[in-house]
């Protein structure tokens, strides 16, 4: 059974470009969670998502940032026209059910460097 | 609101020996769970320890465990026989709905 797995792990882009991270959770998992990781601090929660619903999005920066989890296919974060306070690492958790943080399984995370 | 405080930037250990990483938590909820993670230089986020907030027995796992104090909302992780592979990141973290992570203390193993 394939772990939590996000790609691409490391994504380099110029001030101004778009950044899209994916995040396939483990199978059967249903409830994707994304987190930021700047440098020398602890992750912080951004934005919690069921299929097809965002379920809370109070760490979510209020601009240039959006999420989503289709029916099909990877969570996808999307940080449109980059600055360099954007880069950090960047993790996705799954769990199976809702309001479970306590079984969230993390993935390896994708370092983000906006140069 | 929901907030997680470690003290101890940094902490260096003895290998063999045993260390002590604080953290305290502060929770309006009175049912939650209280986790450590290891942060290797990898950056992948492991889950070292848990702990069920209505459980009064302490979590332990092998060479680690945990000193639960609710009332004071104290949650200190304690490695016996430290090997020189735990040197890594630590964060304390604890969740309601969602997980909420101290800064972190980075624990250096001595040879």
């Known amino acids: 059974n394939a772990g939590v797995m996000q790609n691409p792990r490391h994504l380099v882009r110029r001030r101004g470009q778009e950044a899209r991270l994916r995040c396939s959770p483990m199978?059967?998992?249903?409830?994707v969670y994304w987190y930021r990781q700047l440098p020398e601090e602890g992750l912080k929660f951004m934005v919690y998502l069921q299929k097809e619903n965002i379920i809370d999005e109070s760490g979510m920066p209020k601009e240039r940032f959006s999420a989503e989890f289709p029916k099909e296919g990877p969570s996808i974060l999307r940080i449109q026209q980059v600055v360099r306070g954007d880069s950090a690492a960047y993790f996705c958790a799954s769990s199976p059910l809702g309001g479970r943080a306590y079984e969230q399984y993390f993935g390896p995370g994708t370092r983000l460097t906006v140069t | 609101a929901q907030t997680v405080t470690q003290s101890q930037p940094e902490m260096s250990v003895q290998e063999a020996e045993t260390v002590t990483l604080s953290c305290t938590y502060d929770?309006?909820?009175?049912?939650?769970?209280l986790f450590w993670y290891k942060q290797p230089p990898s950056r992948q986020m492991i889950l070292v320890i848990r702990?069920?907030?209505?459980?009064?027995q302490n979590a332990t796992e092998n060479r680690f465990s945990v000193n639960f104090q609710k009332a004071a909302k104290s949650f200190s992780l304690k490695i016996s026989d430290s090997q020189l592979g735990d040197a890594a990141m630590y964060f304390c973290?604890?969740?309601?709905?969602?997980?909420?992570f101290g800064k972190g203390t980075r624990l250096h193993i001595l040879p």
């Open positions: 973290a604890q969740s309601d709905d969602k997980i909420i």
């Open positions: 702990q069920e907030a209505y459980k009064q």
């Open positions: 929770t309006s909820e009175s049912d939650y769970y």
């Open positions: 199978k059967g998992h249903s409830h």
